[in-house]
């Protein structure tokens, strides 16, 4: 089965940098995905990450460290709309996207 | 990036009565659709995988029966929740992903139906 970890909330300022963690369990490994979800809307793609290392796009980074089933989405410069759910979200031997169960950041003036 | 358009975005019914939900790949062909639900403050949870032209493939604990999922085209995926309960008050994902994109973890998602059964 499949089975990922990550914290519920997180909390930050304006300007600041949050580092969202996810540990994962799968059958078999593609990747893993992050997300975004504000209230109300459906998921947007953030990143993709299949091999170790750190992926770099804008203010948002993420990093995967396959041996340690390990990664981690990097927020910089962090802005009042970027309060929002994040999912972490793995390929493993079935094809499917399971998603964990989100982080809530919320990001205060 | 790929559009995914979902219909519609809001319905609400009797209970008892079939909400059928259409989601439609726009400028892609889709040749997998993923149907997601999402209950307030949760995940996002796999109900089940349809390719174009054969059965869908549901996840565990998901009732094929009341859940029909549909995939006649290489642009469209309807569910239609049958005989509706106010349990299944939820939101409804579709997502697809191209067949040049099957091992990128990148999935498109459609807008999202809130389903209201009273």
């Known amino acids: 089965g499949q089975s990922l970890e990550q914290p519920s909330e997180v909390t930050a300022v304006e300007g600041a940098i949050v580092q969202i963690n996810c540990t994962y369990q799968?059958?078999?490994?593609?990747?893993l995905s992050w997300y975004q979800q504000h209230d109300g809307g459906a998921p947007t793609f953030l990143s993709y990450?299949?091999?170790?290392g750190l992926e770099e796009t804008g203010r948002f980074s993420s990093f995967l460290s396959r041996s340690d089933s390990y990664g981690y989405l990097l927020l910089q410069e962090l802005q009042m709309k970027d309060s929002a759910s994040y999912f972490c979200?793995?390929?493993?031997?079935?094809?499917?996207?399971?998603f964990g169960q989100g982080t809530t950041l919320q990001v205060k003036p | 990036g790929a559009v995914v358009s979902q219909h519609p975005s809001r319905v609400i019914c009797k209970s008892g009565t079939s909400v059928k939900i259409e989601c439609r790949s726009l400028?892609?062909?889709?040749?997998?659709m993923f149907w997601y639900r999402q209950f307030p403050k949760q995940s996002l949870m796999l109900m089940a995988t349809?390719?174009?032209?054969?059965?869908?493939?549901?996840e565990q604990g998901v009732e094929k029966d009341k859940f029909l999922i549909n995939h006649a085209s290489l642009t469209l995926s309807t569910l239609t929740v049958t005989s509706a309960h106010p349990e299944d008050s939820s939101f409804y994902i579709c997502?697809?992903?191209?067949?040049?994109?099957?091992?990128?973890?990148?999935?498109?998602f459609g807008e999202g139906s809130r389903l209201t059964v009273l």
């Open positions: 997502s697809a992903r191209t067949s040049g994109r099957t091992g990128t973890g990148e999935l498109f």
């Open positions: 799968t059958s078999g490994f593609y990747g």
């Open positions: 990450n299949a091999l170790d």
């Open positions: 979200a793995v390929i493993g031997n079935t094809g499917k996207l399971i």
């Open positions: 400028d892609f062909q889709a040749t997998t």
């Open positions: 349809s390719n174009e032209g054969s059965k869908a493939t549901y």
